[in-house]
Structure formats: C-alpha cells, structure tokens
C-alpha cells in the first residue's frame, strides 16, 4: 500500500491550535478534581448526591463531618443563627460541666511527609477558655497538631501551618476542643502550600504539558450560574447546587479559572448566561473583565484587587441554548457587549439556519456540538451544512466553526460510560481531529468534553494525591505537539477506516507532519512518496501512542495502578526517499520529516 504526498495544498485553511481545546464546567467533582482544596464540605451547607452514575457503588463520593471525641457528651447542631458562611454554621455545645473533648473530623486527607498544609477556619464561642485544636491523625497516631488561641464571641478567621512527620494516604483532620461551653465552626479550609494559585500542581503539570491553546468554561450549569457570586474573597463565597447534583463549593469562580489558563498558557473562552438575562448583564460581564477602572464594573473589578484589566477575548453567548427567542434576541447581546470592547470575538450557541440569517452579520464563530464523534459521516455533513448556510447568509463575513463541545458521546451513563477511558476511545477522538484538520478552512476551534474526571469523560483522572492520564489525553497531546499549519493533499487508496492519514506542512517550511491512526488489529505496512521533498532529511522522528502491552485490546485502559499502559513511545528512523514504515495495530502516530533549505524555498512558492 502506499501514499503519494502531493504539492497542493488541501484547502486556503490554517489548522488552529485552537483545535486542540479543553473544557471545565461545573459538573460534580470536575473542578473541585483539579484544585487544591482538600475539605469537602466546608461550609456544612451538606453533602447532595450527584444525579449522575458510573459504577454507582463504587463512584467517588466527598467525605462528610463527623463527631468526635466524647460525642455523648455534647449536642451538634447546624445552627442557622448567624452563620458566617452561607445558610448555617455548626454549633457544638458541651452537655457536662466535667472536662472532655469534642469535635468534629473528617476522614480521607491525603499527607505527605515534611509537606506543609495551611489549614483556616472561622470560630467563635461561649463561655470558653481553653484553645481549638486542630490536627491531623494518620497511621492511629497525631502527625501534626496547632493549637488556635484566643477565640472571641464574634467571628474570627484563624490559620495554621501543619507539618505532618509522616506520611498517610487516608489521614484524618479533626478540630477539637475541651469542655464546657459552646464553639461554632464555619467555613473550614486545608490546603498544601505548594499549590498554584490554589490549583493542584501535578494538575497544573500535566495540563500544561498537553498544551491546550484555548479552554473553555461552560457547561449547563452557565445557564443557571451567577458570576458575581463567585468573584471576590473566597472566604465570603456560598457553595451552590448545579444541574448535575452535588454541591459546587464556589473555590473557583471566573477570576481563578482565567487565571489557571494564564497559568497553563491557554486562552480563556467563557460562555455567559443567556437564560433570564438581558444584553446589558452580558454587557456588564465583558465590562468587569475588560473594562478601564473608570467604568462602574472595572471599578468593582479594581475594588476586589484585581485592577489591572483581564482582556478576554473570546466570548459565547448561552450554553445549548436555540429557538426563535434566542435567534432574535442574540444581535442586542453582541451589539451590548461589543459596545464595551470592540475587540472581542464573539460565539453563537447552536448554529440553526434562522440563528445564522439573523446574527451571523454580528458573529465570528457559530458553535455546534458534536457528541457522537465516532460517526465521522455525520459529523462531516453536520460541518459542511453549516458551512453552505454561512456562504448563503453571510458571505461577506469570514465566520467560522467553533465547536465548543465534542466527544463520542455526551449522554451516555452508567457502565457504558467505562468507553470514554479506553484505547478505542482515543483512536476515534483521534480520526476526529483528522476530520477537523481537513475542514480547517471552516473549524478554527474544536473543545473536547471535559479536561477532567467528569465520570470518565475527563482525559486527566484526579485523586486525592494523585492523578492519571487517560489514552485520550495522550493523542491529544500529539495533535497540539506534532500538528502542522497548512493540510497537504494525499494520494491513498487506503480505506481511512483502517489507516486515516493527515499531512500537513509546518509555517516555516521546516517540517511535514504525518499523523496516522491505525484502527485495526493488524500491521499496515506503508510506502510513502515524499518524492516533491527531494531535500528531506534521512532521518525521520516519530511518535506513537501505543499499548505497551500490545494485546491488542480495543478496550485496554490506563489507571492507578497502571498509568501509563498505554502512552506516547519517541523513536527515530533513518530513511531514503522513498521510505517505507509499518504502522503498529491500535495506535495514534505523528511523524516528522524535516525537509532541508532547497526544499524549502520550493515550498514556500507553492503555499
């Protein structure tokens, strides 16, 4: 079998970076996954079941408080009277006038020996004399311990270093303190210290060595999410239910998720909500974001430390959101929120034909999402009508495809689910970025659902101290290393569902990339024509995604115990034009051929 690469480019496109998005919505343990907060809980607002299942008897669940110490002998109670936090506090209050000890625990910290763990909480109390303490048990012995001095019959914030001497995989917390009289307990907080920006740093770590170039914040929760709750000092933040259950603790608000796509090198993409909202609210998010500190909203950006303006400059309207009310109400919002900052781009939600005849004059990008992935078929024709809908309604404009959502399912739950963590899962989402390569004239941005845990979805899968990678993540990791700019025309007889291939030329005229997915169980031997790059250097770098088990199973996955079964493998091969390489059974592979400086100069004419 062979390939001929030709002298022609496949479209006047660009393949975007873009294309290599991620995605974080609140939904269950996503975001708390990645940030660095280790009490669940924290406001005792109390734990809420997720409407969502995997392995429901086995699925992750946040460890709830309990009492502890010589519990007969005090009364707990979530007291709604002047809480400090959201709707109650817990109130603990000691029955016998004899010395003992009470409290309240919670189970599951993970410690590392010699870490530090900087612990808050709010107390007050009556009729008190003695300290709070708070320490950290592991292994049935104290490892670490503070005593909290001084508390007042009024709310006060009070913090502690904990170094544990050892360390545990399931230690407890417990905050404690000696009778009689009463202690109240809100808003209660451990963290390492070496955290980024309050983000888990081996999350941080692994996101920015699969160097997504934009994430997006969004989800079904946006069209109920208020924004404003969740700016400011966190310590005044209310947790909050969302459409998939559980109780979001409001750690991580816009503020600190566009500060984590700084962090990681990506650019923010948030959506705003539509529902119940008018063009002016929208207006006034884009306002506290991007606006000088002489507008009313830059100012309170300024008042909460932030003066220094953020400069988003991507921007959907409404999370899956359609119909006639959205189609005509969408031009205000753009007009509303470009009255704040020209400079912005904006994105539609579900792009219906009437959406694009009446707002696509206002749009830069309009914005399906495409779960089910694996029909390439249909997720072909889905692109191409949306492309001839945009030629026939605003063909003066350059609107292009953004593709806020994508994976080979969305709605499937419960075991089915386990699909989304194998191998054959990332050899699909593979093929898809193929498709999208080759549509690059019209797809500039592709998201894949979602960056983490999410119940199997998320590429990176987050533990309480650790943490590790799907095979999906590895592939993903290949198409934002070892992509080039402009897709090259093949010429290949090979059905794509055996060997799907895409070519592309770097924008120096330095490199062409390969990629190649090979989803069969057999080797497919390949001789490649590159005869147009007569200068191409003999030696050729590849990188693979493979089952290093090599068993051959569609269905093999990586997990705690073995995290990286299935990984990206880098080798190097010599060759002579033309060259002849066997492509692996279930693999994802990215070779690059660097073209010498005659080539070059020949290439750049053409493109």
């Not at 078929?377 to 949306?386: A, C, S």
């Not at 390969?514 to 005869?531: C, G, H, W, Y």
């Not at 002849?580 to 660097?594: D, G, I, R, S, W």
């Amino acid at each position: 079998m062979s390939v001929r690469v030709l002298s022609e480019r496949l479209n006047d496109g660009e393949i975007s970076p873009f294309q290599c998005g991620q995605f974080i919505e609140f939904l269950c343990d996503l975001v708390p996954g990645m940030y660095s907060e280790m009490v669940y809980d924290n406001s005792f607002e109390g734990l809420l079941p997720y409407k969502r299942e995997f392995i429901r008897q086995k699925d992750f669940r946040e460890e709830p408080w309990y009492p502890s110490g010589a519990v007969h002998r005090g009364e707990y109670k979530l007291d709604s009277e002047n809480p400090f936090n959201g709707k109650v506090s817990l109130r603990i209050e000691a029955l016998s006038n004899g010395s003992c000890t009470l409290g309240i625990s919670q189970d599951g910290m993970y410690l590392r020996r010699g870490q530090t763990y900087l612990f808050s909480c709010f107390l007050r109390q009556e009729g008190m004399s003695g300290p709070v303490i708070v320490s950290l048990v592991g292994n049935s012995k104290s490892c670490a311990q503070q005593r909290l001095t001084n508390v007042k019959d009024r709310w006060g914030k009070f913090t502690a270093r904990l170094i544990p001497v050892s360390s545990c995989e399931n230690a407890t917390l417990r905050i404690q303190f000696q009778s009689p009289r009463t202690l109240w307990i809100d808003k209660v907080s451990l963290m390492p210290k070496d955290n980024v920006g309050g983000w888990r740093r081996d999350v941080v770590r692994a996101v920015r060595a699969l160097r997504p170039s934009i994430i997006r914040f969004g989800g079904s929760t946006v069209e109920s999410y208020e924004w404003m709750e969740g700016i400011g000092d966190p310590d005044l933040r209310v947790p909050f239910t969302t459409v998939w259950g559980g109780l979001e603790p409001n750690n991580v608000g816009l503020e600190e998720f566009v500060e984590f796509c700084r962090t990681v090198g990506s650019e923010p993409l948030i959506c705003v909500r539509y529902t119940d909202k008018t063009p002016q609210d929208a207006a006034n998010q884009v306002e506290y974001f991007n606006g000088p500190v002489n507008t009313p909203f830059g100012r309170r950006r300024a008042a909460k430390g932030h003066p220094k303006m953020y400069g988003i400059k991507y921007w959907q309207i409404g999370n899956e959101v359609e119909g006639p009310q959205y189609e005509r109400d969408l031009p205000a919002f753009c007009e509303a929120m470009r009255n704040v900052d020209p400079k912005i781009r904006l994105l539609s939600s579900y792009p219906t034909r009437e959406l694009i005849r009446n707002a696509g004059a206002y749009l830069d990008y309009v914005c399906p999402h495409q779960y089910g992935c694996d029909n390439l078929e249909l997720v072909e024709d889905h692109i191409q009508r949306i492309s001839r809908d945009l030629k026939e309604f605003v063909p003066k404009r350059k609107v292009k495809i953004a593709v806020t959502e994508w994976n080979t399912t969305g709605g499937d739950w419960g075991l089915g689910r386990n699909s989304l963590w194998t191998l054959e899962n990332a050899l699909l989402c593979a093929r898809y970025h193929n498709v999208i390569q080759r549509h690059c004239d019209i797809v500039e941005i592709a998201i894949r659902s979602n960056l983490t845990n999410s119940f199997c979805s998320g590429i990176i899968q987050t533990r309480r101290g650790n943490l590790f990678k799907t095979p999906t993540y590895y592939v993903q990791q290949l198409y934002s290393h070892h992509s080039g700019l402009w897709p090259l025309r093949i010429e290949s007889k090979i059905p794509s569902d055996r060997l799907d291939i895409s070519v592309s030329i770097s924008g120096s005229g330095r490199k062409v990339h390969l990629l190649a997915v090979n989803t069969s169980l057999e080797e497919i031997p390949v001789k490649f024509d590159f005869s147009i790059f007569n200068g191409i250097r003999d030696k050729i770098d590849i990188w693979t995604v493979i089952d290093t088990e090599s068993k051959g199973e569609r269905d093999a996955v990586n997990n705690l115990e073995d995290p990286q079964r299935i990984r990206t493998i880098k080798s190097r091969i010599a060759v002579k034009i033309p060259f002849e390489y066997m492509f692996e059974p279930l693999t994802v592979n990215a070779l690059e051929c660097q073209l010498t400086k005659a080539v070059r100069e020949i290439f750049r004419r053409i493109v």
